[in-house]
């Protein structure tokens, strides 16, 4: 099976219906053992829920500023009522993801090398755009944490967070198993979060009397807004053009 046509017939022996006769055994088997716990479901929530407890310091916070002139940012927005921490963890958040971006972009540069492309798909000039955007946009969140007296290099919760919720994404595209359409699926995911979260940034800037940042932002969601567009294209013209493809005649099993 060729890694181009991820969809062709193979020696796939995951399902249970490869060996009837194995299966029905195991079946058996296991409806007559004992269970190792009782996996009485409110049994599993109060253990949850002793652990959610005890974790008091949950995912961290802020870092304080780092210079003066950041404290007295920091002071006049408490004094107007708003709490700047969450804009800061907001910024963390996303600059945080705007850096992997750049990884991501760099892993998909790296299947187009190998695999090529497909009639609609990705171009190595288009998805070179895509990673000097993403490493824009880092540095534009740089200097908005910084004008606001907040260090950029500090993990901040929502950052966390995010880098965790995420973790598959890079996997996947680093994976030396996936192909570029495969890559292609992964930066969906990757760039339908990216565009709701500058959004909710946006929002957010705007409300706490940010305008000129969020104008900004604007111009950063109206990039991520396109490279959403074009990796959805890319992505159907490539599930398109496999399924369009004549199937590997050595990769069908034969028949009894």
């Known amino acids: 099976m060729s890694k181009e046509n991820i969809a062709d017939v193979g020696a796939n022996r995951t399902g249970i219906k490869t060996s009837p ?10 409806q007559k053992a004992e269970p190792s716990s009782p996996g009485d479901a409110q049994a599993i929530a109060e253990v949850r829920k002793q652990y959610t407890r005890e974790a008091a310091d949950g995912l961290g916070s802020v870092p304080p500023p780092a210079s003066l002139k950041g404290m007295a940012k ?8 708003g709490k700047p921490t969450v804009l800061i963890d907001k910024l963390g958040e996303r600059l945080a993801f705007e850096r992997s971006g750049v990884r991501l972009y760099e892993g998909a540069l790296s ?6 492309s497909w009639e609609g798909g990705p171009s190595r000039e288009l998805l070179t755009k895509i990673l000097e955007d993403e490493l824009g946009h ?15 290099t500090a993990m901040t919760p929502s950052a966390d967070l995010t880098s965790v919720i995420s973790m598959g994404v890079p996997a996947a595209i680093s994976d030396a198993r996936t192909n570029l359409r495969q890559a292609m699926q992964a930066l969906l995911v990757a760039e ?20 000129s940042l969020a104008d900004r932002f604007q111009l950063a969601l109206d990039a991520e807004a396109e490279h959403l567009a074009l990796v959805k294209g890319w992505l159907a013209a490539g599930v398109a053009t496999e399924a369009r493809a004549p199937m590997d005649a050595a990769a069908v099993p034969a028949q009894p």
């Open 21 to 30: 006769i194995d299966s029905k055994d195991i079946i058996a088997q296991a």
């Open 74 to 81: 920091t002071a006049v927005d408490m004094l107007k009522g």
């Open 111 to 116: 299947k187009l090398e190998v695999f090529g």
């Open 138 to 152: 880092f540095a534009l969140l740089t200097e908005a944490m910084e004008k606001l007296g907040a260090d950029p």
């Open 192 to 211: 339908l979060t990216d565009n709701a979260s500058w959004e909710l940034l946006i929002d957010l800037a705007r409300g706490l009397g940010h305008d």
